[in-house]
Nanobody
Framework: EVQLVESGGGSVQAGGSLRLSCAVS??????MGWFRQVLGKEREGVAA???????TYADSVKGRFTISQDNPRNSLYLQIDSLKPEDSAMYYC??????????????????WGRGTQVTVSS
């Protein structure tokens, strides 16, 4: 059974940083990623990583978000720096059938975590 459990969300001021963690169990596929969703909007893939550590980022987060993982992959991480109010969203860890990002990536997800909320105040 695959289980993905996120942690590390919270409320921060703009310009601050957060590190999200995802405890991974039972998943042996190649790609994993982080998604975010604002209420009423599509779930967007923001970062993905393969088993070799190759990363892919959505243009909107390049330079501020860093995805990483343990080896072996027991945990997945998302370091978020220079937080902006528009980064406020529910963030989800996911196992993906392909290291895709963007709005279409959600259709390639095999497993989702339950999410962790990030709120950024100005």
């Amino acid at each position: 059974e695959v289980q993905l459990v996120e942690s590390g969300g919270g409320s921060v001021q703009a310009g601050g940083s957060l590190r999200l963690s995802c405890a991974v169990s039972g998943y042996r596929g190649n790609c994993m990623g982080w998604f975010r969703q604002v209420l009423g909007k599509e779930r967007e893939g923001v970062a993905a990583i393969d088993g070799d550590g190759t990363t892919t980022y959505a243009d909107s987060v390049k330079g501020r978000f860093t995805i990483s993982q343990d080896n072996p992959r027991n945990s997945l991480y998302l370091q978020i720096d220079s937080l902006k109010p528009e980064d406020s969203a529910m963030y989800y860890c996911a196992a993906i059938r392909g290291c895709y990002v963007g709005s279409q990536a959600q259709f390639y997800v095999s497993y989702w975590g339950r999410g962790t909320q990030v709120t950024v105040s100005s």
